[in-house]
């Protein structure tokens, strides 16, 4: 099986182009190249598929085999894979996920490529929907008990259901210990990524996060637009918010309102290409 390892931001998958390519068990592939030691080394798996609507399809695996819905960091990989292979030879193009259809251009600069920018559609607010256990509303700076200590969260999904939680140092916070245990809470049905974040400015918020699936990741898309969007409306950001993660920044753009798309922009890189024996 022929692969490509990509990164978005130390955010890494392998990639297998499924339109001459089978994947039997993706369950069992997407442990095997994910395990650091034994495999190739990735937070999980993500196959390039045709799509009868779209430009191509994407679908996404977690380092433990879970399956996930979306991922930022992933899909502006696709999109540069799927333009250089010459599945989608366009500089604008849509890509098909479990969470819809997502419309994005790539950048240029110079004549080179240097980036993608994506519309992530709007954000969803209501608890039922991300989702999470509870009353009818919204779930903005609530407080969640966990382990006889508590945390202001606020939820939302972007195509992944997101937790985020404002705190004083980001560096120095205990975020293995409380996103392994907010991701695996009973009120969230699907589990939940979990950001950690220290607001620097109203443009400049640094971000951690615990992916559900994978543990602390380098960087995680979705979870930086579910940042840029919970400093919004809990007051502490502005609409244009440059989101710096462990292995880089992410611009994330939101007008604000409800039915406004969420964009993010960020690079996409190869690492290299082989091939496995299965």
């Known amino acids: 099986m022929h692969f490509t390892k990509m990164e ?42 045709p799509s009868d609507t779209a430009d191509v399809a994407m ?117 293995r210990r409380w996103g392994q245990a907010i991701e695996q809470l009973p009120i969230f049905p699907e589990r939940v990524n979990v950001e950690f974040v220290q607001v620097v400015s109203e443009s400049l918020a640094i971000q951690r996060t615990w992916e559900r699936g994978s543990g602390e990741t380098h960087a995680c898309g979705t979870g930086a637009c579910a940042v840029a969007v919970a400093g919004q409306v809990n007051g502490l950001l502005g609409n244009d918010v440059t989101v710096r993660l462990k292995g880089g920044d992410l611009r994330v753009e939101w007008a604000g309102g409800d039915h406004d798309s969420v964009f993010m922009t960020g690079p996409a890189i190869e690492v290299f290409r082989g091939t496995l024996d299965l």
């Open 59 to 175: 679908e996404m695996y977690n380092a433990d085999g879970s399956r996930g819905r979306m991922c930022g960091n992933g899909i502006r990989c696709v999109a540069r894979y799927a333009f250089e292979s010459g599945l989608a030879p366009k500089h604008s193009m849509v890509i098909d996920t479990d969470a819809g259809e997502k419309s994005l251009d790539l950048v240029f600069a110079n004549g080179a490529f240097d980036g993608v920018r994506v519309d992530m559609g709007a954000p969803v607010f209501e608890r039922a929907d991300i989702p999470m256990e509870g009353p009818e509303g919204r779930v903005v700076a609530e407080y969640l008990s966990i382990q006889d200590h508590g945390l202001n969260v606020t939820c939302l999904s972007m195509g992944n259901p997101h937790c985020v939680t404002f705190v004083e140092d980001v560096e120095a916070f205990g975020v």
């Open 8 to 49: 978005g931001l130390g955010n890494d998958y392998v990639y297998v182009d499924c339109f001459e390519q089978h994947v039997n068990d993706p369950v069992a592939l997407a442990k095997r190249v994910s395990d650091r030691r034994f495999g190739i080394g990735s937070d999980g798996l993500i196959l390039i598929r």
